[in-house]
Antibody, heavy 120, light 107 residues
Framework: QVQLQESGPGLVKPSETLSLTCSVSGGSITNYYWSWIRQPPGRGLESMGYMYYNGRFSYNPSLKSRVSMSVDTSNNQFSLKLSSVTAADTAVYYC??????????????WGQGTLVTVSS | DIQMTQSPSSLSASVGDRVTITCRASPDISSYLNWYQQKPGKAPRLLIYDTSNLQTGVPSRFSGSRSGTEFTFSISSLQPEDVATYHCQQYSNLPYTFGQGTKVEIK
């Protein structure tokens, strides 16, 4: 059974960089896409982007140049960095596996989520 | 970005009732739509993929269908454990986008 676990600071100061890591167990990180999704308190889900294990990526343009992702195949982990954060970036951050077969893509395994609060 | 308009935002129904949620896509996304269930304080869980395919292990009372750009998610007989927020998600175009969510409660 594939399991994902987010880790990182729960509090980040405005203008600083939010950094999170997702550890994958029970399966290999290769041959899949890995995604970050966030959910502001009381609001809907927002896809931040995804990265393939070989480094190919796609980010949500709404995040402009603030977001970057990376994959560490040797440790079966992938990471998120979001720079110049503001209070609007306060959210629960989820990592998830994006499984694609032909034209079908789905988010089939999710981490439990981690709340990141942006505040001084 | 593709806009997913989900309705209603919340509903209350009795145990055993049929529940229906709608997502409308603009522009067209063919059948590239998934549905997720999110229980309070938990991560979303995939229920239906590619409009109407049930994910492994999901009870058969859940179903999905499509008519043009309108997608319907149904629970044939609402159970107490179905209390959750349901989200649609399109994967036709990047960035993948979600509906606003529908909160389902028991009356």
């Amino acid at each position: 059974q594939v399991q994902l676990q987010e880790s990182g600071p729960g509090l980040v100061k405005p203008s600083e960089t939010l950094s999170l890591t997702c550890s994958v167990s029970g399966g290999s990180i290769t041959n899949y896409y890995w995604s970050w999704i966030r959910q502001p308190p009381g609001r809907g889900l927002e896809s931040m982007g995804y990265m393939y294990y070989n480094g190919r990526f796609s980010y949500n343009p709404s995040l402009k140049s603030r977001v970057s992702m990376s994959v560490d195949t040797s440790n079966n982990q992938f990471s998120l960095k979001l720079s110049s954060v503001t209070a609007a970036d306060t959210a629960v951050y989820y990592c998830a596996r994006l499984a694609c077969s032909g034209p079908t893509c789905l988010l089939d395994y999710w981490g439990q989520g981690t709340l990141v609060t942006v505040s001084s | 970005d593709i806009q997913m308009t989900q309705s209603p935002s919340s509903l209350s129904a009795s145990v055993g009732d049929r529940v229906t949620i709608t997502c409308r896509a603009s522009p067209d996304i063919s059948s590239y739509l998934n549905w997720y269930q999110q229980k309070p304080g938990k991560a979303p869980r995939l229920l239906i993929y590619d409009t109407s395919n049930l994910q492994t292990g999901v009870p058969s009372r859940f179903s999905g269908s499509r008519s043009g750009t309108e997608f319907t998610f149904s629970i044939s007989s609402l159970q107490p454990e179905d209390v959750a927020t349901y989200h649609c998600q399109q994967y036709s175009n990047l960035p993948y986008t979600f509906g606003q969510g529908t909160k389902v409660e028991i009356k």
